[in-house]
């Protein structure tokens, strides 16, 4: 099973930004779907942003403008830059990795079987 880590979380005012990391176990990422979700406090896990390993990254609507998914060039890690951060972007960040070997991204929970443990993320007013 491929281990993943997030880091980068932190507490941040409204307005700021920050960039979580994950890091995989293994290189294969460059030939996976990727994803980030989010858990806040007493919600369900939403979906935040997505890429697929043919190349389209897509974002949910709440973020969209404001966040930057991207992997990077080791094929181990991948980002999420945030900026321009809300309240209500707190929450646990985690990131994701499905096995399967579809060209496009979901944002479906369930499609994606490693985990991350996940970063926490809180945006104060």
């Known amino acids: 099973q491929l281990q993943l880590v997030e880091s980068g979380g932190g507490l941040v005012q409204a307005g700021g930004s920050l960039r979580l990391s994950c890091a995989a176990s293994?290189?294969?990422?460059?030939?996976?779907?990727i994803a980030w979700f989010r858990q806040a406090p007493g919600k369900e896990r939403e979906g935040v942003s997505c890429?697929?390993?043919?190349?389209?990254?897509y974002y949910a609507d709440t973020v969209k403008g404001r966040f930057t998914m991207s992997r990077g060039n080791d094929k181990n890690t991948f980002y999420l830059q945030m900026n321009s951060l809300k309240v209500v972007d707190t929450g646990v960040y985690h990131c994701?990795?499905?096995?399967?070997?579809?060209?496009?991204?979901?944002?479906?929970?369930?499609?994606?079987?490693?985990w991350g443990q996940g970063t926490q993320v809180t945006v104060s007013s």
């Open positions: 890429s697929g390993r043919g190349g389209v990254t």
């Open positions: 293994r290189s294969t990422l460059p030939y996976k779907n």
């Open positions: 994701a990795v499905d096995p399967g070997l579809a060209m496009g991204c979901v944002l479906y929970s369930s499609t994606y079987t490693d």
